[in-house]
């Protein structure tokens, strides 16, 4: 099998992986499908690791020639000491630091007449994963194209995207792909709301709460807790719906024609006035604002609700 050279690609979609040391656990026993060279990338779980430290360690070789072999066995001390020659050479991976598991021996079966539906579970997992760390993954797998012989081909390096899993397989000497097809369930802990929220109302911190929720079709980053107590429903939400940024929106601080108090002066010689509005603006915007007594209009930045900070 060939793999395709942008495994980083795909990789870098979801949010940041955290602060968590990046993990390559290899297991005693393992199963790959029938191919000239093993790699990690087929053999090993990759937990938080992304980008540019995880191609150069998926794609590091374990075994090469396995032409006629039903099996192959790895010593721990063959295994380290090509994983620490990889490291030595790059600077990438000196700086992410991974630490490496590797039992006594790795126990390595091929697979010889068709995919091996363990290895590209593993597969999916690994890029998945890397993409979100903390996520949970449930994937059920079809029945596998047959393969007929060592050199064939996965496009890993097209997005993996949870829900219905449509993965291209090219046999060498066929025209014509032959496809990996399941599905692919991803759980992760999220803001999500406690009651019915509806339209227009403003989120409280007793109205959400963080619990593990399905967010397979949900097209963007989870925001913190923070980032969305405060703000308003665009849409209603449900009980034990998922928050989005997208269902909400901030309310203006200041609103047009509203009476503001703005302040002049420096902190512990301050001043108010009350001003009127002359525009919406939210906390740190910039607005003209009018003193009632003079009609002058002047700009202040916005600091908090009815409040602003005369230039």
């Known amino acids: ?8 690609l795909g990789m870098i979609l979801w949010a940041s992986l955290g602060w968590a040391r990046p993990e390559v656990i290899f297991p005693s026993e393992a199963e790959v499908s029938n191919t000239e060279v093993i790699s990690v990338f087929q053999v090993a779980e990759l937990k938080e690791i992304s980008g540019i430290a995880f191609s150069e360690i998926a794609r590091l070789p374990l075994v090469e020639k396995t032409e006629g072999r039903d099996s192959v066995t790895l010593r721990r001390d063959e295994v380290s ?3 620490r020659e990889l490291v030595k050479n790059s600077d990438v991976l000196k700086r992410v630091n991974p630490a490496f598991h590797i039992p006594e021996e790795i126990v390595i079966r091929i697979r010889r007449e068709s995919l091996s539906k363990v290895e590209i579970e593993r ?3 690994n ?5 979100c760390a903390p996520c949970t993954l449930k994937m059920s797998l079809n029945e596998l194209p047959r393969i007929k012989g060592p050199v064939w081909n996965i496009d890993w390096d097209q997005e993996i995207k949870p829900g219905s899993l449509m993965i291209p397989v090219r046999e060498a000497g066929q025209f014509s792909n032959k496809w990996i097809t399941g599905t692919l369930r991803v759980r992760k802990t999220v803001p999500v709301a406690r009651r019915l ?3 227009g109302e403003r989120l409280q911190a007793e109205d959400l709460e963080i619990a593990e929720s399905d967010i397979t079709f949900q097209k ?3 925001p913190e807790l923070s980032q969305v107590v405060g703000l308003v429903a665009g849409r209603t939400l449900s009980p034990r719906t998922p928050v989005q940024l997208s269902d909400l929106k901030r309310e ?3 609103r047009r024609g509203q009476m503001v108090r703005a302040l002049v002066g420096e902190e512990g010689l301050e001043v108010s006035i009350n ?7 939210f906390i740190g915007d910039t607005i003209k604002i009018k003193n009632p007594d003079t009609q002058k209009t002047m700009s202040a930045t916005v600091i908090d609700k009815g409040v602003v900070k005369i230039q």
């Open 275 to 281: 001003a009127s509005s002359e525009e919406n603006g």
């Open 252 to 254: 203006p601080a200041t």
């Open 127 to 131: 890029l998945v994963g890397s993409q």
């Open 123 to 125: 597969a999916v997992e």
């Open 197 to 199: 929220i509806r339209f």
């Open 1 to 8: 099998m060939t793999r395709s050279g942008g495994l980083v």
């Open 81 to 83: 000491k090509k994983l």
């Open 220 to 222: 963007e980053e989870a």
